[in-house]
Every structure is written in structure tokens, then in C-alpha cells.
């Protein structure tokens, strides 16, 4: 575990338009899960902007002695957001993505096989209005850490600071998908609600907190499917 530097000052701050060829090679590099982190910096750089332009969506970063060491994304109405997405960025999305899928004809080809026809029906059906799922179901969608600051309590405080942001805005529990921070999430009080295997065989599962008391519970939420993020709609059914 590395040694906690004397002068180790943290701060918070929203994630700006400057911070996301960072936060996307941060992303590609420790989040490989799923099919966008295989479309490289530039296509993830196009996704992270959307969660600072996303009414649905809040995002972090966290600095520790001025320097950008974490991130964290969330939506306080998955669904929504991801429909916003498709309805306002889809264009810089299909160009970042299609020149992705030219530079990797190995992953576009798996992509066609595990979740093409998927894709195609989302980006034509999407249309806006109700969501059909609480909006008190949110969502930490993406947090990662640089290896080299873990175990000093900044992913907690990412985590901490998210849920807040998404608590205030009428989030009453939060859920979250993960592949091997099983530990991390249990440690802050997390509770497993569901498990399963993603379209590359990927087994994950899903975490949730509650901020017991008011409006939907976390088995409300586990009655719609809240996940956002495209690389995982195969999963929201
Ligand atoms: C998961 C992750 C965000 C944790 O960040 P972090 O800054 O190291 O976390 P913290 O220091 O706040 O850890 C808080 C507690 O969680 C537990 N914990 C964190 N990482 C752990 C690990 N690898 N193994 C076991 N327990 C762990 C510990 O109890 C820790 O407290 P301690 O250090 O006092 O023992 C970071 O490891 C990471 O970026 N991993 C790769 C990406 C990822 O898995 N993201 C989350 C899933 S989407």
C-alpha cells in the first residue's frame, strides 16, 4: 500500500471540457469492460463530454495537491440520460465511433456479432418523454483512480461526493456495476442486489445504496433496469 504523502490535500471539482482526454485514457486503461473502452481515447473522450453536458448526468474529479488523480460519472435518471445521448450527440458519437470501427476490424466484427442488432434498434427507437423507471433510481456509472493514489481514500471520497450530488438532486438509492471492486463497494456499505454475465462473458455484478427513507427502495430499482451506459445496453434489455 503506498504511504500517504504529509501535505495530501484533496479537492473536488465537476469534470470540465479539459479534463476528458485524460479521464478518457485513465478510463481505457483501468475500466476494460465492455465494448467502448476497445473504441480508444478519442470515442471515449466524445462519451465523457456527454456527462458534463447531460441534464441526467453529474460528474467529478477529484485533485490531490493540484493534480487530477480520479474520476467519477453518474446519472440521476439513467434511462433518461442515455436517451438524451442518442437524441443530442448521437452524431459525434457515430463519427468518433465509426472511426474507431475502421481502425479495429476485430472489434467492430464482434461487435456485430454480440450486440449490432441491439444497437441499431436503440438508436432507432429512441425517443424522449417518460423513461418508465423511478428517477429516484441513479446510477454511478464509471469511477476510477490512478494506480499509483489508490487505498488513500480518494475512491471512497469520489464515491461519497457522487452520491451526495445525486442524492440532492432526488436520487433516493444508487446502483452500480462492477467486475472486480467487490471489496471497495462492500467496504462502504453497499449492498450486492443482482449478478450476471455481459455480452463478452464478462461476469459483473451490481451494488446498491440507499438512502433508506424516502421514495424508491433498492428493490424498486432492481424492477427496472437502470443501467446507462451503451456499452452496456444489452444489459437494460
Ligand atoms: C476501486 C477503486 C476506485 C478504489 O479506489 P481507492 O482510491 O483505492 O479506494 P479507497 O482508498 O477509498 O478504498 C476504501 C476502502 O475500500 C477497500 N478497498 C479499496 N480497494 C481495495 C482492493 N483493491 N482490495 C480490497 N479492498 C479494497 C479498503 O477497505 C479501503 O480502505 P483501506 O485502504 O483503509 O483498507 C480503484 O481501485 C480503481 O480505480 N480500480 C479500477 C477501476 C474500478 O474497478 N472501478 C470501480 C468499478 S466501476
Known sequence: MPSEPADHILTLRPLGQADVGWTAALHEAVLPAGLFPELGETFLSEYHRAFILSPYAESLVILSNSQPCGFAMGATDPRAHRRWIIQTRRAPLLRAGLVAFARRPDVLARFVRTRGGRYLRRLTRAKGG??????????????????????????????????????????????????????????????????GVDADGTAFRIYSFSNVGHGANASECDAVTVRATWSHVEEAG
Not at 438509492?173 to 449478478?195: M, P
Request: with cysteine.
Open 130 to 195: 417518460e423513461t418508465g423507471a423511478p428517477s429516484t433510481c441513479g446510477e454511478l456509472s464509471h469511477l476510477a483512480v490512478e494506480p499509483e493514489f489508490r487505498r488513500r481514500g480518494i475512491g471512497r471520497a469520489l464515491v461519497e461526493a457522487l452520491t451526495s450530488s445525486l442524492v440532492a438532486r432526488g436520487v433516493t438509492t444508487v446502483r452500480t456495476q462492477t467486475s472486480g471492486a467487490d471489496d471497495f463497494y462492500r467496504e462502504l456499505g453497499w449492498v450486492e442486489t443482482a449478478a
